[in-house]
């Protein structure tokens, strides 16, 4: 569903922002500017955020590697930079 | 005629909500029309007219009261991006209204507003009967498969 409507951003789209290190509204305004014209997705933008981050820490500890402590206020880190090769 | 505070409150509330919903049905009707699901399109949009019509009547009603309709409050739109989520964020919201709406119920009744008690009541009559459709759309979505559901709504 759409979550900012203003601005045209869904849940998918945050999701994805989320799995590649965003973790608060105030990156979600600087990467889409969501929040910035009526402000009442905020509320909403936040739960998303939060459920989206609860999914992927869940999924981390499940495939079995280990924990890596992504700081949360760096934008412009992805928690893929940290990821080993495979090979 | 000087209306009670907490009823005109109450009113207000739920006008708010009216307000909202007429926007997201209308929305999602046109949606479904874009896409060409005709039937849901009539469906949805005669849903809306009925929630202006209920506004209208709240609005009236808050005026005879001698309070202010505030039209300027509107809440957030849940619009889906698929005909299946769209029936199901159209079901939560009616049945969110439906407990708001019990709910001003209750405060006329309280406050011996008989009046505004029965308007209440019979715009409960009419969403009870929109929401049995909506649930009737997401069970319908459930037995048959999207895909099916929708080959009917063309």
Known sequence: ?87 | MRGNSTVLLALNKVLTRKLTTLNQFFLHARMHKNWGFSQLNNKVYQASIEEMKHADKIIERILLLDGLPNLQELGKLNIGEEPSEMLKLDDKLQTDDIRHIRDAIAVCEGEQDFVSRKMLADILAQQEEHQDWLDTQCSLIDTLGVENYLQQQL
Do not use: H, W
């Not at chain 1, 973790?23 to 509320?43: I, M, P, Y």
């Not at chain 1, 495939?63 to 890596?68: A, M, T, V, Y």
């Open chain 1, 1 to 87: 569903m759409y979550v900012c409507l203003c601005k045209g951003i869904t849940d998918k789209q945050i999701v994805q922002a989320v799995n590649n290190g965003t973790a608060s509204v105030r990156e979600l305004r600087q990467q889409f500017g969501l929040g910035d014209q009526c402000g009442k997705c905020t509320f909403m933008a936040r739960g998303v955020i939060n459920e989206a981050m609860q999914n992927s820490s869940a999924r981390q500890n499940s495939s079995g590697k280990p924990e890596i402590f992504v700081p949360s206020n760096t934008p412009s880190v992805s928690s893929s930079y940290f990821t080993l090769p495979t090979n």
